[in-house]
Nanobody, 121 residues
Framework: QVQLMESGGGSVQTGGSLRLSCVVSGYTYAKHCMAWFRHPAGKEREGIAEIDSDGAINYADSVKGRFTISKANGGNTLYLQMNNLKPEDTAMYYC???????????????WGQGTQVTVSS
């Protein structure tokens, strides 16, 4: 069973930056997709960035040019660098993983518990 744990959330002002981390325990599959999602209060969950086994990356239009997803330690650590944060970025942020190809933020098998990001105007 794969376990994921996020950290690095907090409160910042508009234009600030944060870097989220996700530590993955258990197996990292040779073929995998790892992703960051966010869930604003009262709104739908949104996939924002994903990276596959070969390092290919896709971003949601809402974060493109501002957020950067990366991985290290053979895929056992996932990062999300968030720059130029906006109030609409306020949400609970989750990391996720599955032993599939990346398919436009389809359902993932494994999830962390989330870390809160709050951006004030």
């Amino acid at each position: 069973q794969v376990q994921l744990m996020e950290s690095g959330g907090g409160s910042v002002q508009t234009g600030g930056s944060l870097r989220l981390s996700c530590v993955v325990s258990g197996y990292t599959y040779a073929k995998h997709c790892m992703a960051w999602f966010r869930h604003p209060a009262g709104k739908e969950r949104e996939g924002i960035a994903e990276i596959d086994s070969d390092g290919a990356i896709n971003y949601a239009d809402s974060v493109k040019g501002r957020f950067t997803i990366s991985k290290a330690n053979g895929g056992n650590t996932l990062y999300l660098q968030m720059n130029n944060l906006k109030p609409e970025d306020t949400a609970m942020y989750y990391c996720s993983s599955d032993h599939t190809s990346c398919e436009g933020f389809a359902d993932f098998r494994y999830w962390g518990q989330g870390t809160q990001v709050t951006v004030s105007s």
